[in-house]
């Protein structure tokens, strides 16, 4: 296969790179431009695609012997990350930055291009196993296809891969999902020869490069004095806009005096509307049952079990979904066991939680886990509402 190699210039890409070679596909790799600074450098590990990436990039494609590029889709990047993660963020939600790249850079732009230019398949360094489609030698065809968590489970991000979709997944590849441990990953770059073996991983978001997220919201958004409140209204301090805050939230509340007991006080709520923050003691913030739109199915939904009422907004159709299944609201959250129902037609999620989750809100990542082993990406959606119920969950 003709299979186009997203290059970051970290030591991940470059050895998943490697292994398509090895795999004896016609390999090109590409570096993605992103940032629209064009004198950012990194500092320390913090962020990616920066200017020294890209060098870092070219030069493990020359020890690969593979031809390379610089694609400058910053534009793009611009329009469906940064523009995205501003506008969540000013309606009171809380966005996934990661998972709106590889859903409309990484996979959406590069896998545009890639095919325009007669490539088959996109390789990339994630942490996540495939089944069917390109990495079954069948690129395109989704019949088969199934994204499971890597074997490295503290290295998965099958999450943030789960938005994809078929269609995007059945052109992937995924090298590294068997590889038992980043240490092994770095092990093997080293052998190789790459210089980027000991290159620190990046982290945070990567278009925040001092990783300053309030400062970065507030000089885009604007500071607006507002009122951080009790759930009961009580008027406990100030802020200077409500987008600085998610649920959830304990540290940099900036309040004076602690609540009345003694207790830690947590993001509970913001309220675009008001501009108010609602903060209060950690139990506000258990969550059992979650809903979503925008479902994204990886797998055929089965028939619920007798006994599985109509849900509100879910319409009368038969009860379809997962009787036994767990769920995941962040990057690196721990799954919780749910019942989850989904409408096809309307693009709806609604799952009942039998561990309640803390701090979920409204923009998150919502995504379905399975199968025999528990490991497969069932459904994905985007976090609409939470709340807490008395229902039971079977």
Known sequence: MRVLAALSGGVDSAVAA???????????????ALTR?????????RGCCSIEDSADARWAAQILGIPFYVWDLSEEFEERVVADFLDEY??????NPCVRCNERVKFDALLERGLALGFDAV???????LSG????GRPGDTTGLRLRRAVDTA????????VSGREGLARALFPLGDAPSK???RAEAEARGLPVASKPDSYDICFVADGDTRGFLTRSLGAHEGAMVSPDGEVLGTHQGYFGFTVGQRKGLGLSRPADDGRPRYVIETRPATNEVVVGPEELLSRTTVEGDGLILLADPEPLADGVGAVPGLGDSPAVGWQEASVQVRAHGCPVPAR????????????ELATPLRGVAAGQSLVIYGGADGDQVLAQATVTSEHATSRAVA
Not at 37 to 45: D, E, I, K, L, V
Request: aromatic share 4%; charged share 20%; net charge positive.
């Open 18 to 32: 490697a292994r398509a070679v090895d795999a004896g596909h016609e390999v090109v790799g590409v570096h993605m």
């Open 183 to 185: 240490a092994q990953v």
């Open 155 to 162: 290295k998965d991000q099958s999450y943030v891969l789960a």
């Open 123 to 129: 390789a990339t360094g994630h942490y996540a196993r």
């Open 133 to 136: 489609g390109a990495a079954s």
């Open 90 to 95: 000013r309606a009171g939600r809380t966005p």
């Open 340 to 351: 989850v129902r989904v409408d096809e037609t309307a693009g709806l999620l609604h799952a």
């Open 37 to 45: 600074n064009r004198a950012q450098t990194r500092t320390g590990s």
